[in-house]
């Protein structure tokens, strides 16, 4: 079959022949940079640009040439044959000679095309890979930081940027969320070395703006090393302590070429000889790499034990604290913090404010903590109607600015719509008629145009929820009597014993306590969802408990939030009788509408929604049930801070008992009015004045604990138990040993010093001992030359004894440390 021969003729085809699209590409390339014009220096540049012509992916310069040379032949071939045919003015150009093959059958098309991909990406790739030769080869031989992985903080590479400047200015930022405009021609400013608080409600797009900082989709500028924590560390067999220090991998790095330069005895390797290794390992400072690693994950709560423990064995909120101590341990330029606060306990956080207090470089935080914005950021960025707006000074700070400046606004918006509203009578008014007042009338109109285009910009807030939901039936006192109770995990060990207490209609009680002190299991267990080991629980007959849990918690992620509201609908009347506090009358949209999910959002699938749009809609699902005892775990987490005040003052008004389980100092401060503070050893505290003042109480014990500690090298000591004398003296021995620790840090440096300079020292004596013998009987002569060298000996016998000195620093360092179990 002649159809089958030629498509059997088609696939058999070379397939890095000339195609006819690739010769006519070759002609345009020929006819766009015709020999002999064009600054070119030489030939080869003009076949290398006309290779770059659409359509000669798969061909090189050389290619090219060759195949110009086989167009020549086949035109001079055709005038010949022309000529041989007496046609001798036939005019044979070189399109004329193309092989014209028509349309190609689709399989061989396919084929051709994924082979013309191919060579695409192979010529990219070469040329990628020519690319970073060149630059290795400009660069002595030694790697990019492309090729390496990691950002480069030492170095030549690194001191490219000392010079540069480290604040960021970005104008005309465009940011989406999908679909959703988010920021529109808004200005990033970033002043070096400032603490940000990135404020603004839930999905007007703080995570996103934070998420292209990071990946750079804004243009922040190259030179500067940015560090995002969002995601928690990765499960592996490798230790905590081993997690973070392999976040430095520059400092891997440098210490793998000093192994191999060692090993190989190298006097370079990849463009680096050993004494840069050792510089660049100092000014990253490598030898203190392991202490502050340990020191970083001590402060967010991992002892000695955990430190050594497999990344694995935690759970999650104990490796977003390993993250966090990564991004801590690296220092960066630029740190993007989106809600730190939201796995620490009242230790961790108390560090993680110290910690920040101290940071020299910019941080930009979003958290729904008021108490720890006012304490570790000194500017806020407020992203409000699509725009960045810029105050300086702390979240509290900036309340107070933003209302002087909305009132300023306002009062200067009333003036202008006064004079608006004069003018435009005037017009209307004048603007027929007398021509003399015709006059003044479009005298008028240019004022009127002119004002506003000068009209103030109002900063104000579109409506927002306002939560007021009643309670179902009033219950008589006590809610809740416990007895002699004690409780711990199911079928576990017994956490705590001997409870007593009794709670009310308008209790309000918060419970606070490291992470696994059984601050969850105790609420269950006043549930009921977990039975006693011991003792007795009344629970009145009609309370409704209203359970708010630390994470969300839906069946489908693709249900849109209305069908989600109208299951919240159906299982509320079935629950109570009363869907929303309002007899049953209130629609599922109404109720939408009331937790500020309006037009739009109402559609929204629940997994597209923003981590504190999901809060707010679990926590409509929890109040339309009308519970009158509210149990909330962390209910602050996520929550924009409008919607954190807004359930303040619900909860303030709410007709029932609560218990919240926070570390959110302001929210605790402004809702309740005593706390349980879980130990973790058994032992739970009533405690009857504010969180801050607890804070205090418990940052001022664990400094004692640790002086009791440096005293007795007990690590279980109870501060109590000593006396002023003994907590003082150990206070001296801390700050005794914290000087030790310190020099010891330099010592090394300083004895390497001395030992030069003692050498210097011996060479001379042994100079001015030859003169000395040289002076022979000159005893004058002799006398100068002893008291010379009397001067040198006298130095030198200084340096031996501070050398002495440093040896026993470093001695005692190493006692100290090991008396601290620091992790090696």
Same mark, same amino acid.
């Given at each position: ?49 006309? %290779? ?319 108490? !720890? ?71 008028? *109109? ?40 004690? $409780? ?12 007593? $207490? ?26 009921? #969802? ?6 007795? %629980? ?25 069908? !989600? ?29 009331? !937790?500020? $999910? ?14 504190? #749009? ?14 009158? $005892? ?19 003052? *619900? ?5 029932? %008992? ?19 503070? !879980? ?23 664990? #400094? ?91 130095? *030198? ?23 601290? #179990?620091?992790?090696?």
């Amino acid at each position: 079959d002649p159809e089958v021969d030629e498509a059997e003729e088609e696939e058999e085809e070379d397939p890095n022949a000339w195609q006819e699209e690739e010769e006519l590409a070759l002609l345009e390339g020929l006819r766009r940079y015709p020999k002999g014009q064009g600054d070119f220096a030489n030939e080869g540049e003009r076949w290398q640009m006309i %290779c770059a012509v659409e359509g000669l992916e798969r061909r090189d310069a050389l290619e090219c040439v060759a195949h110009y040379k086989e167009l020549l032949n086949r035109v001079r071939a055709a005038k010949a044959a022309a000529a041989a045919d007496g046609d001798e003015k036939k005019e044979v150009t070189m399109d004329s000679v193309i092989k014209r093959k028509g349309p190609p059958k689709k399989k061989p098309m396919r084929e051709i095309k994924k082979q013309q991909e191919e060579a695409a990406k192979a010529k990219k790739a070469a040329a990628e890979e020519a690319r970073l030769k060149a630059l290795r080869e400009a660069n002595g031989g030694r790697l990019t930081q492309e090729e390496l992985g990691f950002f480069i903080r030492s170095g030549p590479d690194a001191n490219r940027r000392a010079n540069s400047n480290m604040d960021i200015l970005i104008s005309n930022v465009q940011l989406y969320g999908g679909r959703q405009e988010l920021l529109s021609d808004a200005t990033l400013k970033l002043v070096f070395g400032t603490k940000y608080g990135l404020v603004g409600r839930n999905g007007t797009g703080k995570s996103t703006l934070l998420h292209a900082i990071s990946e750079r989709t804004i243009p922040v500028p190259s030179h500067l090393h940015i560090i995002h924590v969002e995601q928690e560390a990765e499960p592996s067999d490798k230790s905590a302590l081993q997690t973070v220090l392999d976040t430095d991998a520059e400092r891997n790095y440098l210490l793998n070429l000093e192994k191999i330069m060692l090993e190989e005895e190298k006097d370079k390797h990849e463009g680096i000889d050993l004494n840069e290794v050792y510089e660049r390992l100092d000014e990253i400072g490598s030898d203190e790499a392991i202490a502050r690693a340990g020191g970083i994950l001590g402060g967010l709560g991992f002892d000695a034990r955990d430190q050594a423990k497999a990344t694995k064995e935690f759970s999650g909120g104990w490796r977003m604290r390993i993250s966090l101590a990564q991004a801590l341990f690296m220092k960066p330029d630029l740190l993007l913090l989106d809600e730190p606060t939201n796995h620490l306990d009242v230790h961790a956080l108390t560090w993680l404010e110290e910690f920040l207090q101290r940071w020299e470089k910019t941080v930009v935080i979003v958290s729904h903590d008021r108490g !720890f914005l006012n304490d570790t950021t000194t500017a806020t960025m407020f992203l409000h109607n699509k725009r960045l707006r810029y105050y300086g000074g702390n979240y509290d700070t900036f309340v107070k600015v933003r209302a002087e400046h909305r009132a300023n606004e306002q009062a200067v918006a009333s003036n202008q719509n006064q004079r608006e509203a004069h003018l435009k009578n005037f017009i209307a008014k004048f603007g027929q008629g007398h021509k003399k007042m015709v006059k003044q009338a479009q005298c008028r *109109m240019k004022m009127l145009s002119k004002l506003q285009e000068e009209k103030v910009d109002m900063d104000f807030d579109d409506p927002y929820l306002r939560i007021n939901f009643p309670s179902a039936t009033p219950l008589p006192p006590p809610c809740i009597s416990v007895m002699n109770v004690s $409780f711990g995990y199911e079928g576990y060990q017994t956490l705590y014993e001997g409870l007593d $207490f009794g709670l009310d209609m308008d209790s309000r009680v918060a419970i606070v306590g490291p992470n696994g002190a059984g601050k969850t299991t105790f609420l269950r267990t006043i549930m009921g #969802e977990i039975a006693l080991d011991s003792g007795w %629980c009344n629970i009145g007959e009609t309370i409704e408990f209203g359970y708010y849990s630390q994470m969300p918690e839906f069946r489908d992620l693709t249900q849109t939030v209305v069908d !989600f509201v109208k299951e919240v609908e159906s299982d509320a009347k079935g629950y109570v009788g009363s869907y929303g506090g309002e007899g049953g009358k209130m629609s599922a949209y109404k109720l939408l509408e009331r !937790f500020n $999910f309006g037009g739009p959002k109402q559609m929204t699938r629940i997994g597209d929604l923003s981590g504190g #749009e999901q809060r707010r809609l679990q926590l409509l699902s929890v109040l339309a049930k009308c519970p009158n $005892f509210l149990i909330l775990d962390e209910p602050t987490n996520d929550l924009d801070l409008d919607t954190i005040e807004a359930l303040e003052e *619900m909860l303030v008004d709410f007709d029932g %008992c609560v218990i919240v389980v926070s570390h959110d100092r302001q929210f605790v401060n402004n809702l309740v009015d005593h706390i349980f503070v !879980f130990e973790g050893d058994g032992n739970i505290n009533d405690w009857s004045g504010d969180y801050t003042a607890l804070r205090e109480f418990l940052r001022r014990l664990e #400094e004692e604990r640790e002086s009791a500690k440096a005293l007795t090298g007990n690590p279980d000591v109870n501060p109590l138990d000593l006396t002023e004398e003994e907590i003082a003296e150990a206070k001296a021995r801390a700050e005794e040993e914290r000087k030790i620790l310190k020099e010891a840090n330099n010592a090394p440096k300083v004895i390497e010093k001395i030992e030069a300079a003692i050498a210097v020292l011996e060479g001379n004596i042994e100079e001015i001992d030859a003169r000395l013998m040289d002076a022979g009987s000159d005893v004058s002569k002799a006398q100068e030359i002893q008291v010379e060298r009397d001067a040198k000996a006298s130095k *030198m016998q200084l340096y031996y004894d501070e050398w002495e000195r440093l040896e026993g620093v470093l001695a005692r360092a190493e006692e100290i440390r090991a008396a601290q #179990e620091v992790p090696a």
